[in-house]
């Protein structure tokens, strides 16, 4: 990571130490998962009540339904969920569900979207991909699985109505969408453009899934369905579900999730893992209450506000888009990309480090509820000494 790597030795809440005692105000969040900050009690508590019995079983175990039930009971669309580990994994097994069920194999994806870095999905990074044959993005890749993506443009919905309106001659499974682009740029949706991929999905029988493994339970405790009012097929979630520990799962309607007993082959020996299903649970519990999303918006519109302010008060400073707990800075002029962003953010990032303030090479900025109007005011404070500096 730019400027340098950072190597930590404690965190606890808003705050991280590296090697030598020195401490930062912590904007990376382990790159989203933590909502409740490092080290939130309640969730470590659970824990510690659930290793001190059992670690991984390889059967059944109680929590696998308390967890699942926690969830459900948030998303608006949970019928049915399966566990798994990362974002990544989720995200295979949603598209192994669509395919069953549609009997099709291509995927429509969106221009810079990420959904994790398997061969299948980790391709066409750039803005410019959209409307052209998937390009990948890894050395190493096997190209011949590529040709089972549709790229289209995120937002465009007169692309979207075209390739959906011939899904059945284009072989189209599904559709796979971070509902608001948080790896490219944090774009948020038009008002129609989930509503019109929900109607051609159903006109056309195609399964729409939302990756929400980074906006999900940040946008809102029933994810981008609450927030939006669009409900999809399946989600994916991670990250945020968890407090900090390995979870992911897929969630959705019945008839989908309920392939892997006809034939979906869905595995994994650290699936439900009973650690992470008790850190689940409890996290669930926490965000049940709705005061958690008030301060979190509190203090993101505080973020917003205060840098905002910092970045238009000199030339060419960029401005920040933000949904929700979830921000991003953006180059005068120029685009954001997901492993760096150019403007003037490397020299911002390299400034607050030295103050004291960690962020990452994307410019993508996640608040939690550990963070306070003092850090917020102090991260304020310093960019503008930063902004003021020659780079």
Known sequence: MRPHPLFVREARGAYVWD?????????????GPLL??????????????????????????????????????????????????????????????????????RIVKFAKSYHGWHDTVYASLSEDDSGRSAVPASKGQSPSVLDDLVVASFNDVHMAKQLLSAAEERDIAAVLLDPVMSNAGVEAPDPDFLQTLRAMCDRHGVVLIFDEVIAGFRLARGGAAEKYGVLPDLSVFGKAMAGGFTQSAVVGRAELVDQVTDGVVHAGT??????????????????????????????????????????ASVPDGGSLNRAGSLLQYVPAGG????????????SVLDGMVRRGFLFMPSGKVFLSTAHTTSDVEATAEALNHVLRQPH
């Open 335 to 346: 685009n954001t990309g997901l492993h760096g962003t150019g403007g003037r953010w490397a």
């Open 19 to 31: 090697l030598d005692g020195d401490r930062y105000v912590d904007y990376v969040m382990a790159w």
């Open 36 to 105: 409740l900050g490092h080290g939130d009690p309640r969730i470590l508590d659970a824990v510690r009540d659930v290793a001190g019995t059992m670690q991984v079983v390889g059967t059944s175990h109680e929590l696998e339904y308390l967890a699942a039930e926690a969830v459900l009971e948030a998303v608006p669309h949970g019928e049915r969920l399966l566990w798994s580990n990362t974002g990544t994994e989720a995200v295979q097994v949603a598209l192994r569900l669509a395919r069953a069920a549609t009997g099709r194999r």
């Open 270 to 311: 650290f699936n439900g893992n009973p650690i992470a299903l008790a850190a689940v649970e409890a996290t669930m519990r926490v965000l049940a209450d709705p005061a958690v999303y008030e301060e979190l918006e509190n203090r993101s519109s505080e973020f917003a506000s205060l840098v905002s302010g910092a970045l």
